[in-house]
């Protein structure tokens, strides 16, 4: 009934192509990149570092911290919503961790600068889950069950390890 076509998504299959290994990377950075000023301008209201002088009320319950911060724009905004946090950084890290999962499993010879990638994404959801547990007391990965603050900052903890491994020619990866 309605055919829509978004001219700034890839279909996943893309990345199922290991000649699009780095666009996959890249693609996980500018999600992230964009999730953080989410995260800074949200982070900085909620705690008083920033002070809103927008005429509009959206970023007023953050100010107040009187929303529970999952039922506003804060828990359910896109990345260009100015104070979003769970959806563009979830982005990220979905994106991060796709990317971890498929570079993981092609070779050194198949993909060029493979290694790097891998260190990069795994930078990225780490630095993704860390940025999830210092703005949510809970969350959930994937349809899982719900993870506290500090399974949140383990899982990150998990992929700064997994980066260091790479980057240091060890030659597994757990993941």
Not at 55 to 84: E, H, K, M, P, V
Not at 145 to 150: A, E, N
Request: net charge negative.
């Amino acid at each position: 009934m309605l055919d829509v076509k978004a001219p700034n998504s890839v279909p996943v299959t893309v990345f199922d192509n290991l000649a699009n290994a780095a666009l996959m990377v890249n693609s996980v950075i500018g999600d992230f990149e964009c999730a953080w000023g989410g995260f800074v301008v949200a982070t900085g209201i909620q705690s008083d570092e920033l002070q809103d002088a927008t005429l509009t009320a959206a970023n007023w319950q953050l100010d107040r911290r009187d929303d529970g911060f999952t039922s506003g724009s804060y828990g359910t905004a896109g990345c260009t919503g100015t104070q979003a946090i769970y959806t563009p950084m979830s982005t990220a890290r979905w994106g991060a961790d796709q990317a971890v999962t498929k570079l993981s499993a092609w070779t050194d010879a198949e993909v060029a600068n493979r290694r790097a990638l891998l260190v990069q994404a795994n930078v990225y959801a780490g630095f993704s889950y860390a940025a999830l547990g210092m703005a949510m007391c809970q969350a959930a990965f994937d349809l899982g069950p719900l993870v506290d603050q500090k399974g949140m900052f383990a899982l990150a903890e998990k992929r700064f390890s997994d980066a260091i491994m790479a980057a240091t020619g060890v030659s597994t990866l757990a993941t």
